[in-house]
């Protein structure tokens, strides 16, 4: 098991910047396990419902050719669950949530990745203070990155709300 999540590639010559690696691990790669905790599930809702929905749909006009008992309490129960899951659907918006874990999910992976560069540009360098400074400033770069995706992402997501309107 290593110290820090695998994407950060940590290894014991970077031991110098192992502050930095910590701060990445708390601020950064917690968000992108976030991402990658959450997208699953959100999938899942989508397509659920979604087929749900759509082989609904599609077997209510084969049943009502059909003659049996309860016929059209099943009709009506299909019809219900229809609008049921497209109404919460369209409630909790999966699709869109999903879409936006997985793009959340890859650009901090991006970033994380431009940062490891970052830090193999550090290690090259022989003037200590400079690879120091060099470092600094591409973990502050990440950390102003992945607070930008972790915001924009919030801000996409609430700024579509339709809150009740009162009319007089």
Do not use: C
């Given at each position: 098991?290593?110290?820090?999540?695998?994407?950060?590639?940590?290894?014991?010559?970077?031991?110098?910047?192992?502050?930095?690696?910590?701060?990445?691990?708390?601020?950064?790669?917690?968000?992108?396990?976030?991402?990658?905790?959450?997208?699953?599930?959100?999938?899942?809702?989508?397509?659920?419902?979604?087929?749900?929905?759509?082989l609904?749909?599609?077997?209510?006009?084969?049943?009502?050719?059909?003659?049996?008992?309860?016929?059209n309490?099943?009709?009506?129960?299909?019809?219900?669950?229809?609008?049921?899951?497209?109404?919460?659907?369209?409630?909790?918006?999966?699709?869109?949530?999903?879409?936006?874990?997985?793009?959340?999910?890859?650009?901090i992976?991006?970033?994380?990745?431009?940062?490891?560069?970052?830090?193999?540009?550090?290690?090259?360098q022989?003037?200590?203070?400079?690879?120091?400074?060099?470092?600094?400033?591409?973990?502050?770069?990440?950390?102003?990155?992945?607070?930008?995706?972790?915001?924009?992402?919030?801000?996409?997501?609430?700024?579509?709300?339709?809150?009740?309107?009162?009319?007089?």
């Amino acid at each position: 098991m290593t110290k820090y999540h695998e994407s950060l590639g940590y290894s014991d010559d970077k031991a110098r910047y192992e502050n930095y690696y910590q701060i990445l691990e708390t601020n950064v790669i917690s968000s992108y396990i976030w991402y990658k905790r959450n997208k699953p599930k959100a999938w899942f809702y989508f397509r659920f419902t979604g087929v749900v929905t759509i082989l609904f749909s599609i077997i209510i006009p084969a049943v009502s050719a059909y003659d049996f008992n309860y016929k059209n309490y099943v009709i009506a129960l299909m019809s219900l669950t229809i609008a049921i899951f497209s109404a919460i659907n369209t409630f909790y918006r999966f699709g869109e949530k999903w879409q936006a874990f997985v793009r959340g999910e890859l650009a901090i992976l991006h970033l994380v990745g431009l940062w490891k560069v970052e830090i193999q540009r550090a290690m090259l360098q022989t003037q200590e203070s400079l690879a120091e400074q060099m470092v600094i400033d591409a973990t502050n770069r990440i950390l102003e990155e992945v607070g930008k995706i972790v915001s924009h992402e919030t801000e996409n997501y609430f700024s579509t709300v339709q809150w009740p309107k009162r009319t007089n």
